[in-house]
């Protein structure tokens, strides 16, 4: 037992070593913008985009700045891709004047997790009497990033365990329930 206990304490310190993937989008003022999270979709999620950070600035860099993200935040937020045409309506800014500003968006996208299928039936723990059988699943399909907060899977099991073999043990043994086991010894 002293050993698990040395094992679970030496995975809990070690670093995360997960890379975050983080994108960003750059155009001018009157052009399209596209966001999307295509570099994390994996069947069957729905990753969605999350707005960390929007520059829109005008070429000179000196005249206007606007770092305010509500406008493409509210247009773009959990979504799972956001076009737009690039604006100052849509930024919230007066920075643009005719076709002279630049934005610049970096975003991030949350892939939660979700459950695997049920594993077969594993063997019964007893013949006779009444024993367990236990399947179980896995919260990676698909697999959540490192975004994931991953409430798909935060309430659910992920053992299943019932009841089999629950039938009179037919037999010429006596048999004792020992540890989860059956232990049959001969009558005679």
């Not at 966001?35 to 070429?59: F, H, Q, S």
Request: aromatic share 12%; charged share 20%; glycine share 10%.
């Amino acid at each position: 037992m002293w050993l698990l206990n040395v094992f679970l304490i030496s995975v809990c310190i070690l670093p995360n070593t997960a890379v975050k993937n983080y994108y960003s989008f750059e155009g001018r003022e009157g052009t399209s913008a596209s966001l999307n999270c295509d570099g994390e979709a994996e069947y069957p999620g729905n990753p969605y985009i999350v707005i960390d950070e929007v520059k829109y600035t005008l070429e000179s860099f000196n005249d206007c700045l606007h770092n305010y993200t509500y406008g493409v935040k509210n247009k773009c937020d959990n979504e799972t891709t956001c076009d737009f045409t690039i604006s100052n309506e849509l930024v919230g800014s007066s920075c643009g004047t005719g076709g002279n500003a630049w934005l610049t968006i970096r975003y991030h996208c949350v892939r939660d997790g979700g459950w695997t299928t049920w594993s077969s039936w594993g063997g019964c723990s007893r013949n006779c009497g009444g024993g367990y059988q236990t399947r179980t699943r896995t919260c990676t399909y698909p697999t959540p990033n490192d975004f994931s907060k991953n409430l798909v899977c935060m309430d659910g099991n992920v053992n299943q365990i019932e009841r089999c073999n629950y039938g009179t043990c037919l037999c010429k043994y006596t048999c004792i329930l020992e540890l989860h086991t059956e232990k049959c010894t001969s009558l005679s």
